[in-house]
């Protein structure tokens, strides 16, 4: 079974600076897909940013970035020009490969989330 | 319009209720999915339909069934609803259902506030 681990349960920034959240996971797969998603206080789950773990380069998206590590199983998002609207909690998340096939394809495994706080 | 939609968005009930949580996607995506997040924020999957077939089913007790009529709703009923059932519980959808996908992402609707009293 896949465990994801965030080990920062609460961070803080000032606006405009940036910070990075810390994520772990355990798998036995060698092909698997990581997801950093944000939940703001409205509670609507929103995908911030995705990597597959056969690719070498770390995936990117305006000012959200990951650093993939495979072989430290590490995977940190780093958020640059922190924005008020960035607050949020902030999950972690492995799923399978689609050429894993079966009954737990597609099954999201979360971690338990950082809340992150961005100061004016 | 909405992708994924959850009504209602906050339901209040009392223990040994029965009560059914809708949800809709207009994305056109073959796989469904319902999530629990619990009072400390940890989210976990419940079920995942594709193509109205049940795909994934975790350890949830019976009291919930899910009910799929067509791809685009699956729908989440409770039976005898307990105290500790209450919960943010998620709908969320994605596009394919295949080992061959390439591009898996799942879309959340806002999600159903459970409170058992």
């Known amino acids: 079974a896949q465990t994801v681990t965030q080990s920062q349960p609460e961070m803080s920034v000032q606006e405009a600076e940036t910070v990075t959240l810390s994520c772990t996971y355990d798998?036995?797969?060698?092909?698997?897909?990581l997801f950093w998603y944000k939940q703001p206080p409205s509670r609507q789950m929103i995908l911030v940013i995705r990597?597959?773990?056969?690719?070498?380069q770390n995936a990117t998206e305006n000012r959200f970035s990951v650093n993939f590590q495979k072989a430290a199983k590490s995977f940190s998002l780093k958020i640059s020009d922190s924005q008020l609207g960035d607050t949020a909690m902030y999950f972690c998340?492995?799923?399978?490969?689609?050429?894993?096939?079966?009954?737990?394809?597609?099954?999201?495994?979360f971690g338990q989330g950082t809340i992150l706080t961005v100061h004016p | 319009d909405t992708a994924v939609s959850q009504t209602p968005k906050y339901l209040v009930t009392q223990m040994g209720n029965d009560k059914s949580i809708k949800c809709e996607q207009n994305l056109g995506h073959d796989t469904m999915y319902w999530y629990k997040q619990d009072s400390k924020k940890f989210l976990k999957i419940m079920f995942s339909y594709n193509n109205k077939e049940l795909i994934i089913n975790e350890t949830v007790p019976n009291r919930f069934s899910p009910k799929s009529p067509d791809k685009a709703h699956l729908n989440l009923h409770i039976n005898s609803l307990e105290l500790g059932d209450s919960a943010v519980y998620f709908c969320?959808?994605?596009?394919?259902?295949?080992?061959?996908?390439?591009?898996?992402?799942?879309?959340f609707g806002a999600g159903t506030r459970l409170s058992v009293l």
């Open positions: 990597q597959e773990a056969y690719k070498q």
């Open positions: 969320a959808s994605s596009q394919y259902y295949t080992p061959r996908i390439t591009k898996n992402i799942q879309y």
């Open positions: 998340a492995f799923m399978k490969h689609g050429n894993a096939g079966g009954t737990s394809y597609g099954k999201l495994t």
């Open positions: 798998t036995s797969e060698s092909n698997y897909y």
